[in-house]
Protein backbone atom coordinates (compact mmCIF):
# COMPACT_ATOMS: atom_id res chain seq x y z
CA UNK A 1 0.00 0.00 0.00
CA UNK A 2 2.80 2.39 0.84
CA UNK A 3 4.11 1.87 -2.64
CA UNK A 4 1.02 2.79 -4.66
CA UNK A 5 0.47 6.15 -2.14
CA UNK A 6 4.17 6.90 -2.78
CA UNK A 7 3.39 6.36 -6.30
CA UNK A 8 0.34 8.44 -6.89
CA UNK A 9 2.37 11.27 -4.72
CA UNK A 10 5.01 11.53 -6.94
CA UNK A 11 2.31 11.68 -9.77
CA UNK A 12 0.57 14.49 -8.42
CA UNK A 13 4.05 16.53 -7.46
CA UNK A 14 5.23 15.74 -11.38
CA UNK A 15 1.94 17.15 -12.62
CA UNK A 16 1.99 20.08 -10.41
CA UNK A 17 5.32 20.85 -11.66
CA UNK A 18 4.83 20.57 -15.63
CA UNK A 19 1.59 23.09 -14.91
CA UNK A 20 3.73 25.37 -13.13
CA UNK A 21 6.50 25.36 -15.79
CA UNK A 22 3.78 25.88 -18.26
CA UNK A 23 2.03 28.62 -16.77
CA UNK A 24 5.66 30.33 -16.31
CA UNK A 25 6.52 29.92 -19.88
CA UNK A 26 2.74 31.34 -20.93
CA UNK A 27 3.48 33.98 -18.71
CA UNK A 28 6.61 35.10 -20.04
CA UNK A 29 5.99 34.27 -23.83
CA UNK A 30 2.72 37.04 -22.90
CA UNK A 31 4.95 40.07 -21.25
CA UNK A 32 7.07 40.09 -24.09
CA UNK A 33 4.09 40.59 -26.33
CA UNK A 34 4.43 44.03 -28.63
CA UNK A 35 7.77 44.38 -27.52
CA UNK A 36 10.77 44.20 -30.69
CA UNK A 37 13.57 41.94 -29.05
CA UNK A 38 17.07 42.57 -30.73
CA UNK A 39 19.66 40.68 -30.27
CA UNK A 40 23.21 41.08 -31.50
CA UNK A 41 27.02 41.32 -31.04
CA UNK A 42 29.44 44.30 -30.35
CA UNK A 43 32.67 42.23 -31.22
CA UNK A 44 32.70 39.52 -28.54
CA UNK A 45 29.70 41.22 -26.27
CA UNK A 46 26.02 39.97 -26.38
CA UNK A 47 23.66 42.42 -26.30
CA UNK A 48 19.66 42.46 -26.24
CA UNK A 49 17.83 44.93 -27.03
CA UNK A 50 13.81 45.67 -26.00
CA UNK A 51 11.66 48.42 -27.02
CA UNK A 52 7.76 48.87 -27.13
CA UNK A 53 6.69 49.15 -30.66
CA UNK A 54 4.10 51.29 -29.50
CA UNK A 55 6.01 53.91 -27.10
CA UNK A 56 8.04 56.25 -28.39
CA UNK A 57 11.37 55.36 -26.43
CA UNK A 58 12.07 58.45 -23.98
CA UNK A 59 15.60 57.31 -22.59
CA UNK A 60 18.19 54.40 -22.85
CA UNK A 61 18.42 52.11 -19.88
CA UNK A 62 21.51 49.63 -19.66
CA UNK A 63 20.70 46.64 -17.46
CA UNK A 64 23.90 44.88 -16.38
CA UNK A 65 24.20 41.83 -14.31
CA UNK A 66 25.95 41.34 -11.08
CA UNK A 67 29.09 38.74 -10.77
CA UNK A 68 27.78 35.24 -12.08
CA UNK A 69 25.02 36.93 -13.36
CA UNK A 70 23.68 36.91 -17.16
CA UNK A 71 21.59 38.88 -19.53
CA UNK A 72 18.81 35.98 -19.71
CA UNK A 73 18.92 36.51 -15.39
CA UNK A 74 17.92 40.55 -16.19
CA UNK A 75 15.54 39.92 -18.98
CA UNK A 76 12.73 40.25 -16.46
CA UNK A 77 14.00 43.87 -15.67
CA UNK A 78 14.34 44.85 -19.12
CA UNK A 79 10.73 43.43 -20.39
CA UNK A 80 9.12 45.67 -18.04
CA UNK A 81 11.49 48.63 -18.40
CA UNK A 82 10.80 48.93 -21.84
CA UNK A 83 7.12 48.16 -21.93
CA UNK A 84 7.24 51.35 -19.32
CA UNK A 85 8.27 53.62 -22.90
CA UNK A 86 12.26 52.89 -22.24
CA UNK A 87 14.82 51.62 -25.04
CA UNK A 88 16.34 48.75 -22.78
CA UNK A 89 19.83 46.83 -23.75
CA UNK A 90 21.15 44.09 -21.93
CA UNK A 91 24.63 42.74 -22.23
CA UNK A 92 26.96 40.34 -21.01
CA UNK A 93 30.18 41.01 -19.11
CA UNK A 94 33.66 39.53 -20.07
CA UNK A 95 33.49 35.85 -18.59
CA UNK A 96 29.54 35.52 -17.76
CA UNK A 97 27.05 33.92 -20.15
CA UNK A 98 27.87 34.19 -23.89
CA UNK A 99 30.83 36.98 -24.00
CA UNK A 100 33.83 34.78 -25.25
CA UNK A 101 36.26 37.30 -23.56
CA UNK A 102 37.52 35.04 -20.12
CA UNK A 103 37.15 36.89 -16.83
CA UNK A 104 41.03 37.01 -16.02
CA UNK A 105 40.12 38.46 -12.47
CA UNK A 106 43.36 39.88 -12.33
CA UNK A 107 43.25 42.57 -10.53
CA UNK A 108 46.08 44.85 -10.80
CA UNK A 109 45.62 46.09 -13.88
CA UNK A 110 42.35 48.15 -14.66
CA UNK A 111 41.64 45.60 -17.67
CA UNK A 112 41.73 42.77 -15.01
CA UNK A 113 38.15 43.41 -13.22
Known sequence: ???IARWRWRWVVGVAALLALAFSVT???????GLTIEHFDAGPIPITVFHD????????????????GSRPMMQLFAVSLAQNGYLTATFD????????VPLTGDL??????
Do not use: C, E
Not at 27 to 33: E, G
Not at 58 to 67: K, N
Not at 108 to 113: L, N, P, W, Y
Open 27 to 33: SLLRSTQ
Open 108 to 113: QSIDGA
Open 1 to 3: MQS
Open 93 to 100: FSGHGRNR
Open 53 to 68: QAKAARHLVVVAHGFA
